[in-house]
């Protein structure tokens, strides 16, 4: 069974606070993703990863940066926590093969006070 | 621009009976179609999905339909189960774009005992 785990389920923190959130999976998998889930928005993809050390923005990097520095291993920042940052957070990982099959992590709820 | 629709944020329906959630999608360049489930206080779990090049998926319960001339699919669930009572994203996968998936904002589905 492919595991993907989230270092935290509930954060809080406060606003202007440097913020991290990690994710493992366990599959060898090749790309590796950052969501956050609003209500009424869905899931948007912040941060994709599709090798180590490799990055690439989704559609709202603002306010966010990754790292990537093993495989397994998926870093998300967030440089200075703002209120609009509160939000349940999701890692996924994918092995890249059809049909593109994405594995989630639990989430971390996370609020900026 | 929204590629990915799900028009209905919410659906009831009777235990026992069909549930049917849709999605509209408008990039000619998906190929890969794929539904989740996510409970609260959960990362979504993978159902089921369809090529571009079938028109029907069947797994148990469920079953998804492409028409890609309309530019729509469905999940229908038979016989529907409080056990399914979730919120249903749909998700797709254009060629090229690096595994990335497209969700649509999802549909709240409660089935009623």
């Known amino acids: 069974d492919v595991k993907v785990t989230q270092s935290s389920r509930y954060l809080v923190k406060r606003t202007g606070e440097k913020v991290f959130l990690e994710c493992v999976q366990d599959m060898d998998h090749e790309n590796m993703f950052w969501y956050r889930q609003d209500p009424g928005l869905g899931l948007r993809l912040i941060y994709f990863?599709?090798?180590?050390?490799?990055?690439e923005k989704g559609d709202i990097p603002e306010g966010y940066s990754v790292s990537r520095e093993k495989k397994e291993r998926f870093s998300l920042i967030l440089e200075s926590a703002s209120t609009n940052q509160t939000s349940m957070y999701l890692c996924a990982s994918s092995p890249g093969t059809i049909p593109y099959e994405q594995y989630f992590g639990p989430g971390t709820r996370l609020t900026v006070t | 621009d929204q590629q990915v629709k799900q028009n209905s944020p919410s659906l009831s329906v009777q235990e026992g009976r069909i549930s049917i959630l849709n999605c509209d999608y408008t990039n000619s360049m998906f190929d890969y179609f794929l539904w989740y489930k996510k409970y609260p206080a959960e990362g979504p779990t993978f159902l089921i999905s369809?090529?571009?090049?079938?028109d029907k998926n069947e797994d148990g319960r469920f079953t998804v339909f492409l028409n890609k001339s309309a530019k729509h699919l469905s999940l229908h669930i038979v016989p529907s189960q409080p056990g399914d009572s979730a919120v249903y994203f749909c998700?797709?996968?254009?060629?090229?774009?690096?595994?990335?998936?497209?969700f649509g904002k999802g549909t709240l589905l409660t089935v009623n005992p």
């Open positions: 998700a797709a996968s254009a060629v090229g774009s690096n595994y990335k998936l497209t």
């Open positions: 369809i090529s571009s090049i079938k």
């Open positions: 990863s599709y090798d180590v050390k490799m990055k």
